[in-house]
């Protein structure tokens, strides 16, 4: 079994910054990509940003030069610093990655159970 356990959301004024953190555990071979996706009521689930195992980043127009990716290869985790946050980022954040699990030769996508965000104006 694997499990991704999310921390740090919350309840934040427009400007203020929170950061959120995933830890990945279980019978993971290796992880490919890792990244941050959210889901604001009445809308689908849009990607908010991804890093590979080398680092490279991908980020959601919305969020570039806001929020920051990073992760930890050796403990299984990624963060997500959120700064300069606005109303319109009120969603539930969910934690995601592209892994090998087990012996499995295919990689499978694992989701976190969320964490809500709320930013108030």
């Known amino acids: 079994q694997v499990q991704l356990v999310e921390s740090g959301g919350g309840l934040v004024t427009a400007g203020g910054s929170l950061r959120l953190s995933c830890a990945a555990s279980?019978?993971?071979?290796?992880?490919?990509?890792m990244g941050w996706y959210r889901q604001a009521p009445g809308k689908q689930r849009e990607l908010v940003a991804t890093i590979t195992s080398r680092g490279s980043t991908n980020y959601a127009d919305s969020v570039k030069g806001r929020f920051t990716i990073s992760r930890d290869n050796a403990q299984n985790t990624v963060d997500l610093q959120m700064n300069s946050l606005k109303p319109e980022d009120t969603a539930v954040y969910y934690c995601?990655?592209?892994?090998?699990?087990?012996?499995?030769?295919?990689?499978?996508?694992?989701w976190g159970q969320g964490t809500q965000v709320t930013v108030s104006s």
């Open positions: 995601n990655i592209n892994a090998r699990l087990g012996l499995s030769s295919y990689s499978s996508n694992v």
């Open positions: 279980g019978r993971i071979f290796s992880i490919n990509a």
